[in-house]
């Protein structure tokens, strides 16, 4: 949603002209909840509907409206086959030319998770790199700071991933909210150990995944237990990190097991 806002934002500043078209009430099964957004100019779509033949009709609807400078609409559709969907359900979709009072009105969409990232290796950056796209907060560690990408998907990093150069990135445990994610895979082990010695100190976490093998796992037990850090605190600690049953170990398919770990273990906190 904030993408959509973004973009709406985008063409205002430039003059470009677009409907926007919301799914305004939504009964029984539907491909996207009341609220949806989406943005149709002439020669280009931002965000969607729920796809299909659904979709293909508004788009052309919005058209229309923006060759004849038509007055705000709003039309039902019963999703069944006369428009070869098989949902079920039915949306009323509201048709609007874009204005910028939009922008005042425009829900935020909550994060589904706020997370610290720590580490911009070949890993940290492929997992940068999909959070980049999806409703989260990210504060993204390393003491490298030539180790962030100034770009991503050939543009600017969008404001909710933020890299943050620091020398003791450990320190920077007690600055996340109450309930974070954390995701600790820096290019040092003993690095790992003192951010995680942190996190399991503080214990106030939703989530904590260190990337390695079961072997450094024990290991980091082993000297965990040493430092005095108490068990119930080391047994939340997820280690490896991923959805099981993706097999590889490239970066990108690593971080698309971990993004997915992530996603499924918000899914219950951001739904209530």
């Not at 829900?107 to 997992?127: C, D, K, S």
Request: net charge neutral; hydrophobic share 45%.
């Amino acid at each position: 949603m904030d993408a959509v806002r973004n973009t709406a934002e985008a063409w205002l500043a430039a003059g470009q002209g677009a409907v926007l078209v919301e799914v305004s009430d939504a009964r029984g099964s539907v491909p996207r909840e009341a609220g949806t957004r989406m943005l149709v100019a002439a020669d280009a779509v931002s965000g969607t509907i729920g796809g299909g033949h659904l979709e293909w009709q508004a788009i052309a609807r919005a058209r229309e409206m923006l060759a004849s400078n038509a007055p705000p609409q709003s039309i039902h559709y019963p999703l069944g086959p006369s428009l070869g969907q098989c949902c079920g359900g039915a949306v009323t979709l509201s048709f609007e030319r874009l204005q910028a009072t939009h922008l005042a009105e425009w829900p935020r969409e909550p994060a589904r998770f706020h997370l610290q990232l720590y580490g911009a290796g070949h890993v940290g950056r492929a997992i940068a790199r999909l959070l980049a796209t999806l409703p989260v907060q990210v504060d993204w560690i390393d003491e490298r700071d030539d180790a962030f990408p100034p770009t991503v998907h050939e543009g600017p990093w969008p404001a909710h991933v933020r890299p943050l150069a620091v020398d003791a990135v450990e320190g920077e445990v007690r600055h996340a909210p109450s309930g974070a994610f954390y995701l600790v895979l820096t290019h040092q082990h003993e690095l790992d150990l003192r951010i995680t010695e942190a996190i399991l100190r503080r214990n106030d976490f939703a989530f904590f995944g260190l990337i390695g093998s079961k072997t450094k796992k024990q290991r980091f037990i082993h000297r965990l237990e040493e430092r005095g850090v108490p068990h119930a605190a080391i047994d939340r600690m997820v280690c490896p990190i991923g959805l099981p049953g993706v097999a590889g170990k490239e970066p990108e398919l690593i971080a698309v097991a971990v993004v997915a770990q992530l996603l499924r273990e918000s899914s219950g906190r951001w739904a209530r």
